[in-house]
């Protein structure tokens, strides 16, 4: 396996875990599930979401993205949904909408702590 292929495996995780996450929570609150409530969980969705956010407004090509096709040798001109949309869908959306469905998403991320509030753990003291 090519080091751009383990990229793209990891670049697929991250997508998965941004985008797989806000169901999840939503359905782990619902079966009453504690590791949705986590505080260190939901604040590294919070913080990914935040970066694709955050890089999309700005411009910049995901820097996964970028080494992944200097690897490949390929001109790096779309960012990684808008190429992979492209190859599944047929279809190449304008960046802005990706980055207004990015915004839209964050959003809601963000108000998913009001609706199902992560719990700060506290840790356990021993007694001697």
Same mark, same amino acid.
Not at 59 to 82: D, K, M, N, V
Not at 96 to 101: I, K, M
């Given at each position: 396996?090519?080091?751009?292929? @383990?990229?793209?495996?990891?670049? +697929?995780?991250?997508? =998965?875990?941004?985008?797989? $996450?806000?169901? =999840? !929570?939503? !359905?782990?609150?619902?079966?009453?599930?504690?590791?949705?409530? $986590? =505080?260190? +969980?939901?604040?590294?969705?919070?913080?990914? @979401?935040?970066? /694709?956010?955050?890089?999309?407004?700005?411009?910049?090509?995901?820097?996964?993205?970028?080494?992944?096709?200097?690897?490949?040798?390929?001109?790096?001109?779309? $960012?990684?949904?808008?190429?992979?949309?492209?190859?599944?869908? %047929? %279809?190449? +959306?304008?960046?802005?909408?990706?980055?207004? $469905?990015?915004? /839209? &998403?964050? &959003?809601?991320? #963000?108000?998913?702590?009001? +609706? #199902?509030?992560?719990? @700060?753990?506290?840790?356990?003291?021993?007694?001697?």
């Amino acid at each position: 396996m090519q080091l751009a292929d @383990i990229i793209l495996a990891i670049h +697929f995780l991250f997508v =998965l875990f941004v985008v797989g $996450s806000l169901p =999840l !929570i939503w !359905i782990g609150a619902w079966l009453h599930l504690k590791f949705v409530r $986590s =505080l260190v +969980f939901r604040l590294t969705h919070l913080a990914a @979401i935040l970066f /694709v956010v955050g890089e999309s407004l700005i411009g910049i090509i995901c820097p996964l993205t970028r080494w992944e096709y200097e690897l490949r040798g390929i001109e790096a001109e779309r $960012s990684f949904i808008q190429y992979w949309l492209h190859r599944m869908l %047929y %279809y190449d +959306f304008p960046e802005g909408v990706l980055t207004a $469905s990015y915004v /839209v &998403f964050a &959003f809601l991320v #963000v108000i998913t702590f009001k +609706f #199902v509030p992560p719990v @700060i753990f506290r840790k356990f003291k021993f007694k001697r």
